[in-house]
């Protein structure tokens, strides 16, 4: 990602793995400071998942991959650290890709920082291949809204969502973007706008309840968000306020994109209801920076994630085009024939 | 509205006169401040409406009053005070229907304190009528969902939407509230939560985005929220995120109820697209409790209300019964031929 410093800019990953420690671009403290967390060893690197100092599925699948190679160097059985890596945060799928993708490179006696540096470095091509294909979407003109953080900061780099936004603005197109604030952690007001100021694109911070009033009006062409996990017939999860964002945007004729890598397709799942939905702690909903905004008495509820059905889905950019639904599947990267039976026997085991 | 103290509870009403001054139950220190604000005169009152200290289409109208009683004591010319209050916020209609009551009233020689006790007292009226009118709505176990406050709060006392909640629970009904936070404000987090907590209700605060994970799931029942100025035919504007609730309850076969005293009904406006919304300071969705939540460079748009049309809504719940939009004119408290005439006339006016 873009880091604009004192006039000039740098360039920062959002994982790396640096002398065998894993450091993450700690983004609970975007936009207001630019801090770098570092996880030792299994444990540290689990926590710092759960409590989002790295956030974003494919992210989370890379920081995933750096904690493999980590346990692997202090000796960590493979399917331990995988096990403590499952259980961090369930929805998103890239993490189980990336926990996937580590396991068979070591047990195939791979060098495990090589095979994470080229895991990361995969995804990175991924999101660039999305944002070409993605760019001819945006015009002159295009008024877009986005939600959450789809961008460099929840990849390695780049990101899904934005990587067309990112491609157009180097081709010179103007246009703007909608950013929804994303309650209750703010990924949309604190990250996204952050990454669009870096880049210079004009966009405006809207509350998330204010996207209907906007798309009711005319006032958008087009919404492009990311996606934590596809099911194989295009059910998608992703940040709460999705699915909201879509109904509404079909509702009024305005198309929505779902930006995502291959990694986030998760075949073995058929729809949307088979995909587990993390509920996240009350007090992010009930606190803001640590002080109340509820009465002491009041519980909350607080689903991190929500399906949007791929009726509501005008298309998927993905790295090997912009797909519908029932074409998901090209981008299976298995040969057919043997992710048909995978596919099978994992969904019968989990009925 | 209850306030409980000490174990024991307590009742005050959102805006009263006291020897000649304005006092309001300031709505932006709940819930952790029972705090009594005094308007001394006619810009101290049109800016305590500005600031929202007090806030909710009825208690702003019944504080206009209050302010129209005031400044008439004060020697000010009625057109003057009308003039001013007009200017305070432009999306409700009982504000304008409270300043057209006490210019009337005033013009026939009425006591103004009579008059504006009497306005507040009808307020309360109609609220107690909506509940009785509301609680049949509301089973044992029914799963309802707000948003906002429409509550006493927002009323003189006894609140629209949650007036059916306050009957059903008299009549030992027990049922459960999933009550958005609504940003940018959080009306729903501070002041709907503060109210069901008051009356023993049984809620939970979610996130504005989270109302279509629980809608689409069948965990909602009934959406029962209020209105700030409903058109002549049935299109209703409220705060923003209405709009998006309402359309997703639709879409998934939940009934959709606007909760609303007549003086909220403006039938010189045709239809939605003719309500004025207003639009806040961007600070209120860029910054926090004073601290700022998004980079300093990054703008945003802040419309505080948004216009449901009326093929969302199942039905008005009235102080005259729940009707369906085209019943709405049973409500028009003028004869009905010359009220029609005045449509008209109006509506020619504005175009």
Redesign the interface.
Known sequence: VRVNVDGGSSELRTVWLDDGVVKLLDQRFL??EIRIAEAHGLEELAVAIEDMVVRGAPAIGAAAAYGMAQAHLQGIAVHEAADRLRRTRPTGHDLFHALEYMSNAIDAGENPVVAADKYAQEDVDRCRRIGANGAKLIRNGTRIMTHCNAGALATVDYGTALAPMRVAKERGRRFFV???????R?QG??LT??E??QEGID????????????L?RGEVDLVLVGADRIAANGDTAN???T??KA??AK?NGVPFYVAAPSSTIDFAIPGGAKIP?EERSPQE??Q??G?????K???????AF??TPAKYITGFITEDGILRPAELRRTAKLPPLRRRKTTKRKTTKRR
Chains 1, 2 share one sequence.
């Open positions: 936009p207001f909608y950013v929804s604030e994303t309650r209750p703010l007001a604190r706008a952050w669009l100021v966009h405006a911070i809207i509350p998330d309840s204010a996207a209907g009033h906007f009711s940040k709460i306020g699915y909201m109904v509404v509702e939905i909903v009930l803001f920076g002080s109340p905004v509820a009465p008495e009041s519980p909350a509820r607080n689903p929500d399906i």
